[in-house]
């Protein structure tokens, strides 16, 4: 089986400009968690979509929002980026909700 | 005081040395994560655990439920090893989200 993949894998953006982030699960598996990684602030988790439905979210701003297809694939959106951006995004996927697997991430740098 | 605490934050030892890493929970869990983070940012999972012990290799997890502690143990370390080791719970009433620990950082040296 192929395992998590994510896109793009590096990404330089300016602030104020916006990014879409796209995570694509082991195949069968519904639930997508998205994870901010930064090295002040350790792992933190975004949200997590389940059969197109997000079903948590953490404590993030409005700027930070997602979405799940049909076939599980997810996307992250960041509207008006800001330097603290910056970060390491990860994805991981699941059969059920118990994220295990995890994508290669997507490094966000923010000028 | 942090949910999920690890010790050592940091840990450089010799090849071949036997290592342990520390974690430490204060809240109700249905399940503890250990993972690695290679440099360049990938995570594995290792072991997902709620009770007892589980070996892979050279890798040992054990976890105790009524002491809210988990060890990571690694046999006959070895320059590979080297690596970040998270420790990640699963709160009992969190809806699988994951509480993170802040990581060990384990360097072996040939």
């Known amino acids: 089986k192929a395992g998590v993949t994510q896109t793009p894998r590096y990404l330089i953006k300016t602030r104020g400009q916006q990014v879409t982030l796209s995570c694509s699960p082991i195949?069968?598996?519904?639930?997508v968690s998205w994870y901010q990684q930064t090295p002040g602030q350790g792992l933190q988790f975004l949200f997590e979509?389940?059969?197109?439905?997000?079903?948590n979210k953490g404590n993030f701003p409005g700027r930070f929002s997602g979405r799940q297809f049909s076939n599980s694939r997810s996307e992250m959106n960041v509207s008006t980026l800001e330097l603290g951006d910056s970060a390491l995004y990860l994805c991981?996927?699941?059969?059920?909700?118990?994220?295990?697997?995890f994508g290669p991430g997507t490094r966000l740098t923010v000028t | 005081k942090n949910e999920v605490e690890q010790s050592p934050q940091n840990l450089t030892a010799q090849e071949g040395e036997f290592i342990t890493i520390n974690c430490s929970y204060s809240v109700g869990i249905s399940a503890l994560h250990w993972l690695q983070q290679h440099p360049g940012g990938g995570i594995v999972s290792l072991f997902m655990?709620?009770?007892?012990?589980k070996k892979h290799g050279r890798l040992i997890a054990t976890i105790n439920i009524q002491e809210k502690h988990s060890s990571l143990h690694i046999t006959a370390s070895h320059p590979r090893d080297s690596a970040v080791y998270i420790c990640a719970v699963i709160g009992a009433s969190s809806n699988y989200q994951l509480i993170w620990g802040a990581g060990t950082k384990l360097i072996i040296k040939p």
């Open positions: 979509y389940f059969s197109e439905t997000q079903r």
């Open positions: 195949s069968g598996h519904r639930s």
């Open positions: 991981a996927s699941s059969l059920l909700g118990v994220a295990q697997y």
């Open positions: 655990l709620s009770s007892g012990k």
